[in-house]
């Protein structure tokens, strides 16, 4: 689950790490009231959206007066803001952050995240800070490190001065990155995060060192367990198909091809997009219906594949296990009763059940086409789709 900026600074606050004083609002006129609380000369005004990219798309803003600050407001709130992440359809501004300006002497990069690999948890540092890390990492690999540290209740001093390595700081300003690291180690870890990334960490001109940006995602797995983080849920921010299928615990993603899937098994959704791929062909989603999936739930997926517009094909693709191909079979069958299936259904049943899945299939009245194995299955779902 992602949050927005002026969350994600408050999540760091609370653990020590320094931020910038700024406030929040969902209108200009609140806003506008709030930012006079602020002492400041110039005021950095930043929509509040669930992409990077921002500041390229006209969505951080510097102004020079609180007159200023309320006119870019007004126009910045309610804009759709186009970036590289948002996608073309871009997103819609309705919430705004402002902040006290900061003098900056020195940028820098810092992210940690979990290393499934090692099972560390992995913090890459860079003295390119306020740059897209990954053009970095492409045109210059030698000014970034990872550092690997185990998961632990505190991260050493040790540990610390190898990830503040490349910043090449003095002694006093070193103790402050390395307080920094410690509180963002300790935040991390009771949070159940996924990733926090600072970019860019500054040092300013004044020798502090102040988090100029925050971006952090949790794991959805663990926020049963911290229901105060679940509450800063943007629903705004989210496709209204993937808040439908956490509604029945699907997982669910949403892709840009034309080909809907059905899978059972994470490992199993990736190899039938990969199939699809193989012949020529573009998933339209990600969608692991689970290992005990009862029919009311794969009926619901079956609604939310049609849902998507782009969608010419569906292939589904069941190994029974603990899930039994009839009760998959029976899902699609009561989700077909209340939608018009107007495009080409290839099914691949196998294993616990799939004979008995495959009359309930065959007795259903629908024009499906029925594939043996999953080569049989992509070949004939993409030759339907033509």
């Known amino acids: 689950m992602n949050i927005h900026e002026h969350q994600a600074k408050q999540i760091l606050k609370k653990y020590g790490a320094p931020i910038p004083k700024g406030v929040f609002a969902l209108s200009v006129e609140e806003l506008f009231q709030k930012a006079k609380t602020l002492k400041t000369k110039k005021f950095v005004l930043k929509a509040q959206i669930h992409a990077g990219g921002r500041g390229k798309a006209g969505g951080i803003k510097i102004l020079n007066s609180i007159e200023e600050l309320k006119i ?25 952050y402002v902040e006290e300006s900061s003098d900056i002497d020195k940028e820098f990069y810092l992210s940690c995240l979990i290393d499934r690999a090692s099972s560390k948890i992995a913090f890459i540092s860079s003295d390119q800070g306020g740059m897209d890390i990954e053009e970095v990492a ?54 159940n995060a996924n990733m926090v990334e600072i970019n860019p ?4 001109k004044e020798k502090s060192i102040v988090c100029l940006d925050a971006k952090v995602n949790f794991d959805d797995n663990a926020l049963f367990k911290h229901p105060e983080i679940l509450e800063l849920r943007d629903l705004n921010e989210e496709d209204p198909t993937e808040i439908e299928a956490s509604k029945h615990d699907l997982a669910y993603i949403k892709l ?13 959704a990736m190899a039938t997009m990969d199939i699809i791929k193989l012949y020529g062909q573009e998933p339209a989603n990600f969608l692991d219906v689970g290992g005990g999936a009862s029919k009311e739930k794969v009926s619901a ?3 939310i594949i049609l849902s998507d517009k782009n969608v010419k094909g569906i292939l589904i693709n069941i190994f029974g296990g603990i899930m039994r191909c009839d009760v998959l079979a029976q899902g699609v069958v ?33 024009k499906l086409i029925s594939a043996e194995n999953l080569d049989d299955a992509a070949k004939k779902i993409v030759e339907a789709i033509k």
């Open 72 to 96: 870019a407001a007004e126009d910045m709130m309610g804009k759709i803001l186009v970036t590289h992440q948002t996608g073309p359809e871009g997103r819609k501004v309705k919430r705004l």
């Open 138 to 191: 492409k045109k210059n690999p030698e000014n970034i490190i990872t550092t690997k540290v185990k998961f632990n209740d505190e991260i050493s001093n040790e540990d610390c001065e190898k990830i503040i390595e490349i910043f090449n700081l003095n002694k006093d300003i070193k103790n402050k990155a390395i307080s920094l690291i410690k509180a963002i180690f300790k935040m991390f870890v009771s949070t």
């Open 201 to 204: 960490l500054i040092l300013t």
């Open 256 to 268: 840009d091809g034309s080909i809907g899937c059905m899978v059972n098994g994470a490992g199993l």
């Open 301 to 303: 997926a079956f609604k």
């Open 334 to 366: 009561d989700a077909a009763k209340e939608i018009n299936i107007n495009v080409p259904l290839v099914v691949r049943l196998a294993g616990t059940n799939f004979v008995e899945g495959n009359k309930i299939l065959d007795n259903s009245g629908l």
